[in-house]
């Protein structure tokens, strides 16, 4: 009965706004959408959706955008004290990680030695490559991250900063996650819950820097699909966008090591795909092996 009421709040808010955006030019309901962000207003999110409709159905990248980096609607929830910690983890994400410490047992390797660099694209505040570093790879002295919205990385590098640790956060849109890696390579690179964001051609771009600089594995968590999927989609709610990962991935150069489904009453949201995938070497020439990786190697041969 209250998820009831919730939701019918929820779609009274939105409609309303859509009202009220059907008056306004977008510069201005973009305005009004910061202006309601900015006060921690509640609802603001229904409200984002329902004044910014047509922006929204005419190009859900920009509003996704528009929202992350300027910490607004869905971005609001991102705090330190909501986020730092393992039980403020979503579930899905302790699930990636299971899943990759026991493919690296599989192939005869220590998650808490043998795994020296970490990379996250859409890190938010770091909070998860914190979690990384203190409880689940602590040999790692590289753990790198990206993420569009400015306000959420320096919130999280202040923070990660007074608790002195080796998390690095850059302020970047996914499509420049090739420029920020650079030339460095990473054990794992890690993804979660970020490719829903952007468009299919964007996603296989940032696939592919994922994959070309994963020494090891890459660890991705996106929406996934009620059924059979051939092209990308987007989700008519949110203009959130549901990809088919295996053909991207192999699309990118990469193949997928395991998928798991988790529904909705497990992650807490949507239904999700928990994704391993690895690089292959023909398609990533450029890779280097790290000799604290050899094991692997071994195991593959």
Known sequence: MRRGCISTVRWAIRWKAWLLGKTLPVSVRRSLVTWAGNRKLPGTLEFAMGILDDLRRRDPVEFHRFLWSNHLAYAETYEIPKRFGASNIQPTRHILVDRIATH???????????????????????????????????????????????????????????????????????????????????????????????????????????????????????LAPPGELGRSETRAYDGAFVHNMDKLIRGAGGAVVSSDWISASVSGASPSHVILAEPMPHAHPRRRDHKHLKKTRLADS
Do not use: W
């Open 104 to 222: 690296l047992r599989s192939r005869g390797l220590s998650p808490h030695r043998d795994v020296r660099s970490v990379f996250e694209v859409g890190c938010s505040m770091g909070y998860l490559l914190r979690h990384l570093e203190e409880e689940v790879f602590p040999s790692a002295t590289i753990l790198h991250g990206l993420d569009i919205d400015a306000y959420a990385v320096r919130a999280g590098a202040a923070h990660l900063s007074s608790l002195g640790s080796k998390v690095q956060l850059s302020t970047a849109d996914i499509e420049a996650t090739e420029i920020v890696m650079g030339t460095q390579n990473y054990d794992l690179v890690l993804c979660c819950g970020v490719l829903m964001y952007v468009n299919e051609s964007t996603a296989k771009k940032a696939l592919r820097a994922m994959l070309t600089h994963a020494d090891c594995l890459v660890g991705l968590i996106c």
